[in-house]
């Protein structure tokens, strides 16, 4: 399947050149949104998920605090008590002094296959209502991010998302950039409140994937299951973006349901 042929040039070449887009950038302000709730603990969690869904990347700075404590609509005492607890978990380092600020130091998950096998993870209608949320929320998303006239920046994003998972160095590097580019489809289909609940599918998912080994075949089987999904996005095919993503969420579900049970 040969993707570039469905691309304007100019996506492609804005991929090639490594160049990040003015879509990627905006990816931080999709996924974070004014707290709700006890604000603490509400960006403690928001936070804390856009790290591990690499929404912010290991070796990233934070946004400035004015500009972050806006878009997360808390207090900047608020904003510094959340980032604090974060840094005392380790997602986080802070430097201090001129050219200082918060650094994500968040590479990925444990895979390590041991670690896998150990970890306890509760099963049963918990496990399958992630997976049913999965399937009706994410499909849905790549349908109408396919109805939507995408700009170039978006076109080349999207391909850059989906590079990186193909290209990631080791398997923990893979399930961040796997993340990302499930964020980048619900984006570009443009619905705040979509992109809310493909947060909360990635989120519940990734601990769910924690819990069992990574496995090559199912890695390469993905790969083509998201450049089936992302072709037929810029092609502006609904029906068969919907279809191929269901097909990538069955079989995703197939295998947590064989593995964990």
Request: net charge negative; proline share 5%; with cysteine.
């Amino acid at each position: 399947m040969v993707l570039s042929r469905t691309i304007d040039g100019r996506a492609r070449a804005g991929l090639d050149r490594g160049v990040s887009t003015d879509a990627a950038l905006s990816l931080p302000d999709a996924v974070l949104r004014p707290a709700s709730g006890n604000a603490f603990e509400a960006t403690v969690e928001q936070l804390a998920t856009a790290i591990r869904l690499g929404v912010l990347r290991d070796g990233e700075l934070l946004p400035p605090e004015r500009m972050l404590a806006e878009q997360l609509g808390v207090s900047r005492n608020t904003l510094r008590e959340a980032i604090a607890a974060l840094r005392d978990h380790g997602l986080i380092t802070t430097r201090r002094g001129r050219g200082g600020g918060s650094v994500v130091t968040y590479a990925g998950p444990d895979l390590d296959p041991a670690a896998a096998s150990a970890r306890p993870i509760r099963v049963g209608p918990a496990l399958l209502d992630v997976l049913d949320f999965r399937r009706i929320v994410e499909p849905g998303a790549a349908a109408l991010a396919a109805s939507r006239t995408l700009a170039a920046d978006q076109r080349a994003w999207l391909l850059e998302a989906m590079a990186e998972v193909s290209s990631a160095p080791d398997d923990s590097a893979h399930r961040l950039a796997d993340a990302r580019l499930h964020l980048a489809i619900a984006t570009v289909a443009g619905s705040p409140m979509l992109i809310e609940s493909v947060t909360r599918a990635q989120a519940a998912l990734g601990e769910l994937l924690a819990a069992i080994p990574v496995l090559r075949t199912n890695i390469a089987h993905s790969n083509d299951q998201h450049e089936a999904v992302v072709r037929a996005i810029l092609s502006g095919d609904t029906r068969t973006a919907r279809a191929a993503m269901e097909e990538h969420c069955d079989a995703t579900a197939a295998l947590l349901r064989g593995l964990i049970g």
